[in-house]
């Protein structure tokens, strides 16, 4: 059973750069069934795509976060993750690392647990 | 950029079918996957290219795509189906959700 965990600083300060990273265990990043990405959901909102990256180290990102967004994989394929530069209160969110299926659309077939992220001095 | 909507909130009684509307250009022409979120939970894939559930959701749970709306129906809805529900697809290379529709059953 493929499991996704999220880590990372809970709080972090307006203009500085939020990092996370997703352990992946019980599968593996290496293969072209699956895309890896990012999505977040500010309290009480709806969900956002961020971004995400195929195992070639290929990488597709919202238009609206592109300029400040990083994803990427670490080279031992068992965890990937997620650098937002620059941030505001409005990057606050609970952020969940997530699976993709290539041929059904991105259809996410497993999410992490989320964790919260509060931008704050 | 390509953008899905969703009514608000939809509210029915226990036993009654709920459809759940995604609306988008053309939309018919893409592949359509639907989330239920319940509160403090991550999201659970019910439906996914178009009309097929993964394994362990209840056959109540059916989708349909065509033109520009996709329906998410939920037959003889029941009380732990109170949750919001999300559309979303892939448009060049770019995932997209919809708004979310929160769905009472009272």
């Known amino acids: 059973q493929l499991q996704l965990q999220e880590s990372g600083p809970g709080l972090v300060k307006p203009s500085e750069t939020l990092s996370l990273t997703c352990a992946v265990s019980g599968g593996s990043i290496n293969g072209s069934t699956y895309y890896w990405g990012w999505i977040r959901q500010p309290p009480g909102k709806g969900l956002e795509w961020i971004g995400l990256i195929y195992y070639t180290g290929s990488t597709y990102y919202s238009s609206s976060l592109k300029s400040r967004v990083t994803i990427s994989l670490d080279p031992s394929k068992i965890h990937f993750s997620l650098q937002l530069s620059s941030v505001t209160a409005a990057d606050t969110a609970v952020y969940f690392c997530?699976?993709?299926?290539?041929?059904?659309?991105?259809?996410?077939?497993?999410w992490g647990q989320g964790t919260l992220v509060t931008v704050s001095s | 950029s390509y953008d899905l909507t969703q009514p608000p909130s939809l509210s029915v009684s226990p036993g009654q079918t709920a459809n759940i509307a995604c609306s988008g250009d053309k939309l018919g022409d893409k592949y359509v996957s639907w989330y239920q979120q319940t509160p403090g939970q991550s999201p659970v894939l019910v439906i996914y290219q178009d009309g097929n559930r993964p394994s362990g959701i209840p056959e109540r749970f059916s989708g349909s795509n065509s033109a520009n709306t996709a329906t998410l129906t939920i037959s003889g809805a029941q009380a732990v189906d109170e949750a919001d529900y999300y559309c979303?697809?892939?448009?060049?290379?770019?995932?997209?959700f919809g708004g979310g529709t929160k769905l009472t059953v009272l």
């Open positions: 997530a699976r993709h299926v290539v041929v059904a659309a991105a259809a996410v077939d497993y």
């Open positions: 979303q697809t892939w448009d060049t290379g770019t995932v997209i």
